[in-house]
C-alpha cells in the first residue's frame, strides 16, 4: 500500500541500503554531497503527530530532514520543534505571507521578516525558507509567494537565510526532484516503482518532497486518500485534507 508508515519505513531502509546517503537541504547547500544522495524535505502543514511518525522512522534509520513549518496552522509548536532539532532535523520556515497579506508586497515582507524573528526567539536556528502553495488561493497581481524575493532582492541576505532556490540550482541539474503533491508520485506510478528505482540507483541524487499529512499509520486512511484523489486534482485533494483537519481542530 502507498502513502503508509510502513512504506516510508521501506523507502529509507531501500534507499540506506542502495548506498543513499541521506541529508536534508542546509547541508545540501552548505556542502556537495557525493551521489548517490537523498535531500528529504517535509513540508508540515497542519498535523503534528503525523509528521513525527514520519521523523521517529528516520530516527529508527539515523537519517534527518528539513522539516518547513507553517506558523499560521496548529503545526506551530515550539517546544516540539525544539525537540526536533535537539534531535538533528532542520527546522525551516514554510511562508504563506503573500497570500495572507492578499498580495501586499509590503506587508507580505513585513511579516516575512517578523515571523523568521519569532522562530528565532522562540531558540529555531532557521537558516533556510521554502514557499507554500496553497491551491485554493486565487493569486491577484502575484503568481507565487516567493515573489517577495524578487520584490526585495536584498531580503534573504538582510535577514540572514541561505537562498534554497540558487543555491541548490546548479546542483538541482543534478538532482530529480520527486513529491507526492496530491498522494501521488510525479511520473512514477507507485512506491514499489520508486523503491525499484533506488534499488537500482536509477537516479545519482534525488531531492524528495514529502507532506507528511498524506501519510497514514492506517492502511485504511491510506487507501480511502488515494482512491479519493485519483479522481481529483491536487487543488482538490489539499482542500479536502484541510477540510478534514478543521473538523478535527474544531472537535478538539
Ligand atoms: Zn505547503
Redesign the pocket.
Known amino acids: 500500500m502507498d502513502f503508509t508508515c510502513a512504506a516510508y519505513d521501506r523507502l529509507l531502509c531501500v534507499a540506506r541500503e542502495a548506498g543513499y546517503r541521506v541529508l536534508p537541504i542546509r547541508e545540501a547547500l552548505t556542502g556537495t554531497p557525493a551521489a548517490p544522495a537523498l535531500i528529504l524535505r517535509h ?1 508540515v ?1 497542519w498535523d503534528l503527530n503525523r509528521t513525527l511518525a514520519i521523523t521517529q522512522l528516520e530516527q529508527k534509520h539515523g537519517v534527518r530532514s528539513s522539516l518547513y513549518f ?1 506558523v499560521d496552522t496548529g503545526v506551530f509548536d515550539p517546544a516540539a520543534m525544539r525537540r526536533l532539532q535537539d534531535d538533528g532535523f532542520e527546522i525551516g520556515y ?1 511562508f504563506n505571507t503573500l497570500d495572507r497579506c492578499r498580495g501586499d508586497l509590503t506587508c507580505a515582507i513585513a511579516m516575512f521578516a517578523d515571523e523568521l524573528q519569532r522562530l528565532r526567539e522562540a531558540g529555531l536556528d532557521v537558516v533556510t525558507a521554502i514557499p ?3 491551491p485554493r488561493i486565487t493569486r491577484i497581481g502575484y503568481q507565487s509567494n516567493a515573489d517577495i524575493f524578487d520584490c526585495d532582492p536584498d531580503l534573504l541576505n538582510r535577514v540572514g537565510l541561505l537562498d534554497v532556490g540558487n543555491g541548490l540550482s546548479d546542483r538541482y541539474l543534478r538532482y530529480i526532484y520527486i513529491t507526492d503533491l496530491g498522494i501521488r508520485w510525479n511520473g512514477i506510478g507507485s512506491t514499489a516503482e520508486l523503491l525499484a528505482g533506488f534499488r537500482a540507483r536509477r537516479w545519482p541524487s534525488v531531492y524528495m518532497l514529502t507532506h507528511p499529512d498524506y501519510w497514514s499509520a492506517s492502511p485504511l486512511r491510506a487507501m480511502g486518500l488515494q482512491i479519493a484523489s485519483r479522481s481529483m486534482s491536487a487543488m482538490k485533494v489539499n482542500r479536502v485534507i484541510a477540510s478534514l483537519r478543521s473538523v478535527v481542530d474544531r472537535n478538539s
Do not use: A
Open positions: 513540508d502543514e507553517r514554510h507554500h502553495g496553497d
